[in-house]
């Protein structure tokens, strides 16, 4: 008894671990709630090289316009009359043009960061993130968040990148410190232009290795989100349920839609012609109205204990029985409740309602 009380405590445990992928339905529930894959490191990332990547073509604009700010501000600026006007133009005129000379870069940065967002998940669209949750501000979930895995992994990735950036840097200047010695012996101009291609340098290397980390990242945050959304076995059953309904009720429902339907079909009995049999296993009720049909129709077909009430109901109204297994057989094949009698074999049923018209000494096509 206890062995089997054990067994069943773990078939139950076993049907509670989470060890199966998740449905598309809980898929896209946790998606209605923000809860996707993603990277925060890649957005970051993408933006540093975007920008440094612009900054090596439009440096060099970026300094000539630059220069040119600063000189209309001595040559220009200086020999104006200080005055409430001249000073909103001249501070309009400086942040037009410190705008334009910014906008591709924020431009880039923009652009850079909607593609790193749109791919990873694409176009979404939530506000359940922003919604007031009490468990938020629950000090014990805060600490254990803090001590979580999670937390682990996230100061380790920071300390790496602290030391990737950090080692990058240093290998860069350790192989420059020879120049950088002799900088003070250099033109202004050329020590600008030297710093200015170091720092380049510096940025563009570093953004290619914040990438490279930043897509691990992306790889390691999908297979934490797809571990996070994993679903037991009985919770499959339970979203089963939920979605295309309980089985039992289900069943209940389907045999009362049959009862429903075997009820309508047995109230079509009594308007029959006549009820063809096989004669035991086989029933079939032909109706036939010249006026309002262009063939025979069957009206009721049963087999077993369906084609003995179907006999019975016959019985009660009056409704002739006729013998012919082959016919019985083919009708109830062949043709649906409702259906007309097809060609082949109407012959073989028109001779029957001949016959059962002809005993209720009735003209062959009236009632």
Do not use: C
């Amino acid at each position: 008894m206890q062995h089997k009380l054990r067994l069943a405590l773990d078939l139950q445990l076993f049907s509670q671990e989470k060890t199966e992928p998740a449905t598309p339905r809980r898929r896209q529930e946790s998606r209605k709630k923000g809860q996707v894959a993603k990277s925060s490191e890649l957005p970051g990332a993408l933006v540093m090289l975007g920008g440094f990547g612009l900054l090596a073509f439009y440096g060099g604009i970026m300094g000539e316009t630059l220069v040119e700010v600063f000189v209309s501000g001595f040559e220009e600026f200086m020999l104006w009359d200080v005055t409430a006007e001249n000073v909103q133009s001249m501070f309009s005129s400086l942040m037009l043009k410190g705008l334009l000379l910014m906008a591709p870069i924020f431009g880039i940065g923009m652009l850079m960061a909607l593609v790193a967002s749109y791919g990873q998940i694409g176009y979404l669209f939530t506000l359940d993130p922003l919604k007031m949750k009490f468990e938020k501000i629950n000090p014990i979930k805060g600490v254990k968040q803090i001590f979580s895995m999670r937390a682990v992994v996230e100061f380790l990735k920071s300390m790496l990148k602290v030391t990737i950036i950090g080692a990058i840097a240093f290998s860069i200047l350790w192989g420059e410190q020879g120049k950088l010695m002799r900088l003070s012996s250099m033109p202004l101009e050329s020590v600008f232009q030297y710093i200015a291609s170091l720092v380049m340098r510096l940025g563009l290397f570093s953004a290619g290795a914040l990438l490279i980390l930043a897509l691990f990242d992306y790889a390691y945050q999908k297979w934490e989100f797809e571990k996070s959304i994993r679903m037991s076995k009985q919770d499959i059953k339970d979203e089963y349920k939920k979605t295309e309904g309980d089985p039992l009720i289900k069943s209940k429902i389907r045999e009362r839609q049959r009862k429903m339907a075997m009820q309508r079909m047995m109230q079509e009995v009594p308007k029959a012609d006549v009820v063809i049999t096989n004669p035991t296993h086989y029933a079939v009720a032909i109706r036939y109205d010249g006026a309002e049909m262009e063939a025979p129709k069957v009206i009721a077909k049963g087999v077993d204990d369906v084609a003995q009430r179907i006999k019975q109901k016959a019985k009660e109204h009056d409704v002739p029985l006729m013998e012919n297994k082959p016919l019985a057989r083919a009708l109830y094949a062949q043709v649906e409740i409702g259906e007309s009698i097809p060609q082949e074999l109407f012959h073989a049923v028109a001779e029957v309602l001949a016959f059962v018209y002809k005993a209720k000494g009735m003209k062959a096509g009236k009632r």
